[in-house]
Nanobody
Framework: QVQLVESGGGLVQPGGSLRLSCAVS????????MDWYRQAPGKQRELVAA???????TYADFVKGRFTISRDNAKNTVYLQMNSLKPEDTTVYYC??????????????WGQGTPVTVSS
């Protein structure tokens, strides 16, 4: 069993910053991908940023230069530093990971979602 605990969301003014965290625990051999997605009401979930275990990153065009993904493999935690936030960044953000278990099978898991509101 794997648990994902997200934190760091909230209300911030336009131009402000927030840092999301997602801590993964449970029966883990290793974590390959650690990503952040977001989903607005009535829209499909979309990739915000992704990071492989080796450190390769991918960003959606709408966050390039503003958001930074990082991970602490020792703590099984992924972060999303969000700067220069815009009202259109308002939505729920989800942590997504691919976990390799002791039996070497890989499964994907989602966090519970953390809301981010950018408003003055």
């Amino acid at each position: 069993q794997v648990q994902l605990v997200e934190s760091g969301g909230g209300l911030v003014q336009p131009g402000g910053s927030l840092r999301l965290s997602c801590a993964v625990s449970g029966s883990i051999f290793s974590i390959s991908a650690m990503d952040w997605y977001r989903q607005a009401p009535g829209k499909q979930r979309e990739l915000v940023a992704a990071m492989t275990r080796g450190g390769t990153t991918t960003y959606a065009d709408f966050v390039k230069g503003r958001f930074t993904i990082s991970r602490d493999n020792a703590k099984n935690t992924v972060y999303l530093q969000m700067n220069s936030l815009k009202p259109e960044d308002t939505t729920v953000y989800y942590c997504h990971v691919r976990v390799v278990h002791i039996n070497r099978y890989e499964y994907e898991y989602w966090g519970q979602g953390t809301p981010v509101t950018v408003s003055s």
